[in-house]
Nanobody, 120 residues
Framework: QVQLQESGPGLVKPSQTLSLTCTVS??????????WYWIRQPPGKGLEWMGV???????HYSPSLQSRTAISRDTSKNQFSLYLSSLTPEDTAVYYC????????????WGQGTQVTVSS
């Protein structure tokens, strides 16, 4: 069972760029056919898909967030990161990282989540 742990600042200011890191254990982010994703849940709302980086380093982003989002990885540390720019209070949410198996879109795993508040 893949284990994932999010880390990053709990409080960021509007207009800044959020940087979150997901550390993976009991698995490797270069394992063939696995993808590594970020989602978020604003208070009182449902889950929102943000983007994914696949085992080969290819990325795909939600169209609604694409202009402000980037996902990268550090294979030497077995980590992948989310960058979200031009923050507003509407970006306040619990952010989760996770993984799934691409061929079947199965075997979903996720971390415990990290609260991010955007406020001046």
């Amino acid at each position: 069972q893949v284990q994932l742990q999010e880390s990053g600042p709990g409080l960021v200011k509007p207009s800044q760029t959020l940087s979150l890191t997901c550390t993976v254990s009991s698995g490797t982010i270069t394992t063939t056919n696995y993808a590594w994703y970020w989602i978020r849940q604003p208070p009182g709302k449902g889950l929102e898909w943000m983007g994914v980086i696949a085992y080969d380093g290819s990325t795909h982003y939600s169209p609604s967030l694409q202009s402000r989002t980037a996902i990268s990885r550090d294979t030497s540390k077995n980590q992948f990161s989310l960058y979200l720019s031009s923050l507003t209070p509407e970006d306040t949410a619990v952010y989760y990282c996770g993984s799934f198996y691409l061929p079947s879109y199965g075997y979903w795993s996720w971390g415990q989540g990290t609260q991010v508040t955007v406020s001046s």
